[in-house]
């Protein structure tokens, strides 16, 4: 076999395996890439809510525009869950009605295990206060707060819960 031949199937086999690996990388991009919007387009249906609800009220929350409102006075908590490339998601929500408008919400994010999830989660409790704080709760329903999509999810979750709780 001459120098030349040898050149030839050397580069032939160089530009076999060029095209396998960068196939194999297209399909593990596409891979990797899919599932996150294939999770974000069904969020909502695949999104549990885990229920710990513990209303609490004092008698000075208890007043007289309870009677005339849909929500009970009071802080209610519940967890909601959603769903994430990484896998599921909870978030715990607190929030304190008067008359029912919420005067309070705490988000509780110590069973996030993502990185990136954490991240988002903090975005998340750093702007939900504007959105919610001051407004109706039967008129509340979060999407986009603060760049973060998916936390939304599991306090829309949570949300559904405390309203059903708090029915007067």
């Not at 030349?4 to 580069?11: L, V």
């Amino acid at each position: 076999m001459t120098q030349q031949s040898k050149t030839k199937i050397i580069g032939l086999i160089v530009i076999v395996l060029l095209t396998t690996a960068g196939t194999a990388g297209a399909v593990a991009y596409n891979n990797a890439t899919t599932p996150t919007q294939a999770s974000t387009s069904t969020d909502t249906a695949t999104s549990t809510t885990t229920t710990t609800t513990t209303p609490s009220t004092s008698s000075s929350s208890q007043s007289s525009t309870a009677s005339t409102s849909t929500y009970k006075d009071g802080t209610y908590t519940a967890n909601g869950s959603f769903t994430t490339p990484d896998g599921t998601e909870r978030i715990g929500v607190t929030i304190t009605l008067v008359s029912s408008k919420i005067t309070k919400v705490s988000i509780d994010d110590s069973s996030i295990f993502s990185r990136e999830s954490v991240q988002y989660t903090e975005r998340f409790i750093n702007g939900i206060n504007s959105v919610v704080v001051g407004k109706n709760i039967s008129d509340v329903k979060v999407s986009r707060v603060s760049g973060a999509s998916l936390t939304p999810v599991g306090f829309n979750n949570a949300l559904t819960t405390i309203k059903n709780d708090a029915k007067a």
